[in-house]
């Protein structure tokens, strides 16, 4: 036999292992993933934007959900004022004093403001 088909003979050969070694690898590879998804992810409040009344509200917000939900939005004052009482009359959240709604409201609203679009702000509901 020719040297060409004996190597095509071994790799055919050789193909199921092949194909198990790379299963298996897959299977692997896939296990991994899989524990990293469910590894619990920690928040800190030093990754979101520095302000005062940063650890107040990061430590009043989060105690029901990521804060990142919070940080994800981008709301007028107003929209996070009514966002306050939604959380307070819809889930239940301790109604906070004053004193210290106006230190969350301060940071909130500074910190993450409506998201600038290249024309600037965009009222959604002004049909233009
Ligand atoms: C007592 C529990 C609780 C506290 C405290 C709380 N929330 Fe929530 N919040 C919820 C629940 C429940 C939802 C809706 C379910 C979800 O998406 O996890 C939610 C959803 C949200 C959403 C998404 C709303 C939407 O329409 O998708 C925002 C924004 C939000 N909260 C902001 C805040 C802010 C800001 C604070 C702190 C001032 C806060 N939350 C504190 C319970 C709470």
Known sequence: ??????????????????????????????????????TPQTEDPETFPEGDGRDDTFYTCSACHA????ASQGFSRERWDETIDLMVDRHGMAKPEAKDREIILNYLAKAF?????????????LKQ
Do not use: Y
């Open 1 to 38: 036999m020719h040297m060409i088909g004996r190597a095509a003979l071994a790799v055919r050969r050789l193909f199921p292992a092949l194909v198990l070694v790379l299963a298996l690898s897959g299977g692997f590879v896939f296990a991994q993933a899989q524990q990293e998804q469910f």
């Open 113 to 125: 403001p409506p998201k600038a679009s290249p024309r600037g702000f965009q009222n959604p509901f």
């Open 67 to 70: 804060f990142k939900l919070v």
